[in-house]
């Protein structure tokens, strides 16, 4: 691919090699740009190598260059250097930084010197594009769906290789018909090493006799050495391998450190936790990059969020019921609206306030159950710090529409009707205590060759300003990339003989690729946001914190593809469903976490 990889400034080069066309003084401007001895060019091809890193660096175009047998670049005469074409294989593309006058201007890495003789690289430029051990390739192609795919080449290559044609005047006469000499630079820029910088490892509990990996990592996760070595202070307590497999001995509490070896100032220290065999966990908390829970947990205001804690018990098999009892720092922002059974643990739902950026500690302890060897004494309580951050069903912003948005925020039958063929109501029973709900009555309604029971409500506004998806998903450009967290909770109203899945869906009317013969909503889906879960096969109220179908994320950002203005519909599907058998769907949490 060619590319003229200049800034403006160069142009003046151009400019001025046309200017040397005009005659004398009678016929225009004379730079007196004129030679009766031509260049002789020892070789078509020169070669530089660089380093990123190195600052600014300068190669000589004229290198190897002789007029009248000497040396070109310290003859003084005027020699005009232009028409640089820059071509870089491996679909690389080359780093170019934002102009602080004009935000549309960007500034590359190459510039020439003001006699146009020198290419001036600002090889610091190169720093973020090119990495000596990274072997990432998840870019560079699309797939028919528009998702960026790899394309073979190394996103972060560990050397670039730029061939530069340029041509080269000095003002001597050209034969009719005939060109300026062309020469050919080929300029290689190649990464450093990448050393590891610092590096993070997270507190451990494990339970006396079990085996856990440890959670650390070096930084850059891209060093060519991520090699990290680990100890832990007290071995009467645990042991751990080469390899971070922690091997717990007795109960206690210790420190596990994991050193760099590529880099041995680059050390980080986390607590390991040894529990007795029966233990407490909050699963559902917020996990940090390494993956490992980080202690808190962000919940959006207005709503209630669950808090989900489980047990657990090393070598042998829960039984019976269990009883934990919750409380909370702040009881008076945030309240407990109600505890619901989930497996052999429990989720609290915990009504935030409606101020951002208010936090709590919500602590949970075993009362009672069947712990095995292990005494109640010993099982620690497990706490959570919650932080609250904009729900945008509670922060809507204010429709364009002078009547405003006509869509059901808080899924309690407000705004629009609910279409689609099931029977829709408002129940009485909720979660936050508001007493109103969404609830969906099964139809006759069935689904695919297997005839699966299926219904499905959403609001069908087809006016894009009181659509508040449309106007928030559907404005082209401006939405794509939005990035969100949806999360919501249901209620079975009848214990279902049947598995049920309930998907959430978020789909554009129009979006690019779409099939010719799309059909309804289901006809649009290849470029809609799915979330599918299973269900619980009880009546208690399920807190439901979606992931994407096909990323498993909790994360999901509006694709590329929807780039046209369009109409957007959430909807709710429920599958398997018998009919007569209803659902309730309440505090309806959407978070843009891009912002």
Not at 171 to 196: E, F, K
Request: hydrophobic share 35%.
């Amino acid at each position: 691919m060619k590319h003229n990889l200049l800034i403006k400034t160069v142009i003046s080069s151009v400019i001025f090699s046309v200017l040397t066309g005009c005659g004398g003084t009678d016929e225009g401007y004379d730079p007196q740009f004129k030679s009766d001895l031509a260049l002789v060019i020892d070789t078509a091809v020169i070669t530089s190598t660089l380093n990123e890193e190195s600052g600014v660096q300068e190669i000589d175009l004229l290198q190897g260059i002789t007029i009248d047998g000497k040396p070109a670049s310290g003859s003084g005469a005027t020699i005009n250097v232009s028409e640089l074409e820059f071509v870089v294989d491996n679909n690389f593309t080359t780093p170019q930084t934002s102009a602080n006058t004009i935000a549309s201007h960007r500034i590359s890495p190459f510039t020439q010197s003001s006699d146009s003789t020198k290419l001036v690289i600002n090889t610091d430029a190169f720093s973020a594009a090119l990495r000596q051990c990274d072997q990432t390739d998840i870019k560079g192609a699309l797939d028919g769906d528009g998702n960026p795919i790899a394309d073979g080449n190394l996103d972060f290559p560990s050397q670039v290789i730029y061939n530069i044609t340029y041509s080269i005047n000095n003002g001597a006469t050209i034969a009719a018909g005939g060109a300026l000499p062309i020469r050919t630079l080929q300029l290689t820029i190649n990464a450093i090493d990448d050393p590891v910088s610092e590096v993070t490892v997270s507190p451990i509990e494990i339970p006396a006799g079990g085996q856990a990996s440890v959670f650390a990592s070096a930084i850059p996760n891209y060093a060519c050495n991520p090699t990290l070595v680990y100890s832990i202070a007290d071995e009467d307590i645990a042991t751990i391998d080469e390899n971070g497999l922690i091997s717990a001995k007795n109960t206690g509490e210790t420190t596990i450190t994991a050193t760099s070896v590529d880099n041995p100032e680059a050390s980080a220290n986390a607590t390991l936790k040894v529990t007795g065999a029966f233990s407490l966990a909050i699963t559902n908390d917020d996990k940090n990059e390494l993956g490992a829970s980080s202690g808190n947990k962000d919940v959006p205001i207005c709503v209630a969020s669950g808090v989900e804690v489980q047990p657990a018990l090393l070598n042998a098999e829960l039984s019976g019921e269990y009883t934990f009892d919750w409380t909370l720092n702040d009881e008076v922002s945030f309240t407990k609206s109600l505890t619901a059974k989930s497996g052999f643990g429990e989720v609290l739902a915990v009504k935030a306030p409606t101020t951002i950026d208010s936090s709590n500690t919500v602590t949970v302890e075993l009362i009672d159950g069947n712990t095995a060897s292990t005494p109640l004494s010993l099982i620690s309580q497990k706490s959570i710090t919650v932080n609250t951050v904009n729900n945008q069903m509670c922060e809507p912003g204010v429709s364009e529409h002078e009547a405003g948005f006509n869509t059901d925020f808080n899924l309690n039958g407000e705004g629009a009707p609910y279409k689609g063929n099931a029977t829709y109501s408002v129940s009485a029973t909720s979660v936050s205590g508001n007493g109103r709900s969404l609830e969906i009555t099964a139809g006759t309604a069935t689904q695919g060759e297997a005839n699966t029971p299926y219904s499905f409500a959403s609001q069908q506004v087809w006016n894009k300003q009181r659509n508040w998806y449309s106007a928030n998903y559907g404005r082209g450009a401006e939405s794509v990339g939005k990035t969100y967290r949806y999360a919501v909770w249901v209620k079975l109203n009848q214990v279902p003989a049947e598995p049920i899945t309930l998907r959430h869906v978020v789909v554009p009317w129009v979006y690019d690729g779409i099939p010719d013969d799309a059909q309804g909503f289901t006809g649009r889906y290849s470029q809609a946001g799915l979330f599918s879960v299973e269900l619980d096969s009880t009546t208690q109220w399920q807190y439901i914190e979606f992931t994407e179908d096909t990323t498993n994320s909790r994360e999901w950002a509006i694709p590329t593809t929807w780039s046209s203005v369009t109409d957007v519909f959430t909807l709710w599907e429920v599958y398997g469903m018998a009919t007569g058998d209803s659902i309730l769907i309440d505090d309806y949490e959407v978070v843009r976490t891009d912002q």
